[in-house]
């Protein structure tokens, strides 16, 4: 009979990226806090971005993202931030975060082949970030916030 901590460890579920997950977070919290949740999202990702800049992170904002199917280029998508070339962050100024939302940022890191992507709703009171997990075996994604 396993014992109860074997089984924990065995049930445990990695936390992609925690550390740099939680920086940012720390940074669109301070972002909600000091102006609020009544500016457009040009406001929000020039504002994220200076403080991307201030704490030295790596970031790439507006980055192209190609769409190709049998080595031909359909089209490009653009994504708010890939930050540190690990995770893709897409704001958003909406009522609620939609499943619209979530199948965008799971196109997104689909085709540039990242495991995570966030999507932030500043017009939200309680900003609570979504994370979109890239997994290509699952029929759907895996969605937590």
């Given at each position: ?24 977070y ?18 929000y ?12 992170i ?8 190609k769409?190709e ?9 653009s ?13 958003k100024c ?7 939302h979530?199948?965008q ?17 500043f ?23």
């Open positions: 009979m396993a014992s109860p901590a074997n089984f924990a460890n065995k049930n445990m579920v990695e936390i992609i990226y925690k550390e740099e997950c939680k920086e940012i720390g940074l669109l919290f301070k972002l909600q806090n000091d102006l609020g949740t009544n500016f457009q999202e040009k406001h990702q020039k504002a994220f971005e200076n403080l991307l800049i201030k704490n030295n790596p970031y790439k904002r507006e980055s192209p993202i769409v199917y049998a080595d031909k280029l359909l089209g490009n998508f994504a708010d931030f890939i930050i540190n070339d690990k995770l893709l962050l897409e704001f909406a009522p609620y975060i939609s499943q619209d979530i199948k940022v799971l196109r997104y890191i689909q085709a540039i082949k990242l495991k995570i992507g966030l999507i932030v709703n017009r939200s009171y309680l900003l609570k970030p979504v994370r979109v997990l890239n997994e290509i075996k699952l029929s759907r994604p895996h969605i937590t916030s």
